[in-house]
């Protein structure tokens, strides 16, 4: 059984930082890609970041890119969003998903439905 559990969400204002953790357990961490999601109150579920199996690749959707950092320590099971410089737009619930097919090479990181594991979610408001 896969299982994702995200942690770090909160309240801050604008212009603050936030480091969301996602700790993986259930299949071998390290052989599949990691991505982060966010939803906001009545908008669809939209692609935030991407990291491949390696760590090598990275990905960031247009918004966040410059801001954001995702990374991955292997050893620990673990994927982090490092959040940066915050909007007030950036508020949603955020969800780490892991990618399916191990050691995916490609570059098709942005659609949700690649991904066959998903966390619980984790709330992010940022204030103005």
């Known amino acids: 059984q896969v299982q994702l559990v995200e942690s770090g969400g909160g309240l801050v204002q604008a212009g603050g930082s936030l480091r969301l953790s996602c700790a993986a357990s259930g299949r071998t961490f390290s052989r599949y890609a990691m991505g982060w999601f966010r939803q906001a109150p009545g908008k669809e579920r939209e692609f935030v970041a991407a990291?491949?199996?390696?760590?090598?690749?990275?990905y960031y959707a247009d918004s966040v890119k410059g801001r954001f950092t995702i990374s991955r320590d292997n050893a620990k099971n673990t994927v982090y969003l490092q959040m940066n410089s915050l909007k007030p737009e950036d508020t949603a619930a955020y969800y780490c998903?892991?990618?399916?097919?191990?050691?995916?090479?490609?570059?098709?990181?942005?659609?949700?439905?690649?991904?066959?594991?998903w966390g619980q979610g984790t709330q992010v408001t940022v204030s103005s």
């Open positions: 990291i491949s199996w390696s760590g090598s690749s990275t």
């Open positions: 998903a892991s990618r399916g097919g191990p050691y995916y090479s490609g570059r098709d990181y942005r659609d949700r439905r690649r991904y066959d594991y």
